[in-house]
Nanobody, 124 residues
Framework: QVQLVESGGGLVQAGGSLRLSCAASVRIFSGYNMGWFRQAPGKEREFVAAINWSGHSTYYTDSVKGRFTVSRDNAKNTVYLQMNSLKPEDTAVYYC?????????????????WGQGTQVTVSS
């Protein structure tokens, strides 16, 4: 049973920062790509960032490049999303996700396990 628990969301002013964490109860966590997605009110869930199983490769949607950084600590079974220079359009529920297959390439459609989400609200 995979369990992903996000934390670190909150209310922040535009230009501020937040760091999201996702603690994973996953066998062989270090073998899985991990991702972050978000869903704003009235919108579809969208890909934000991902990190491959080794931690050597990261991927970002264009709108967050240069502002967000995804990282992982395999010893702690935890993945992070550092969010800087936040904008009101970053307001959403942020979800942590795990790839369905170990040691694979990062493919957006392969993430199939999700956390409960954490709310991020950026005020203008």
């Amino acid at each position: 049973q995979v369990q992903l628990v996000e934390s670190g969301g909150g209310l922040v002013q535009a230009g501020g920062s937040l760091r999201l964490s996702c603690a994973a109860s996953v066998r062989i966590f270090s073998g899985y790509n991990m991702g972050w997605f978000r869903q704003a009110p009235g919108k579809e869930r969208e890909f934000v960032a991902a990190i491959n199983w080794s931690g050597h490769s990261t991927y970002y949607t264009d709108s967050v490049k240069g502002r967000f950084t995804v990282s992982r600590d395999n010893a702690k079974n935890t993945v992070y999303l550092q969010m800087n220079s936040l904008k009101p359009e970053d307001t959403a529920v942020y979800y942590c996700a795990k790839d369905s297959r170990p040691f694979g390439d990062v493919v957006e459609g392969n993430f199939d396990s999700w956390g409960q989400g954490t709310q991020v609200t950026v005020s203008s």
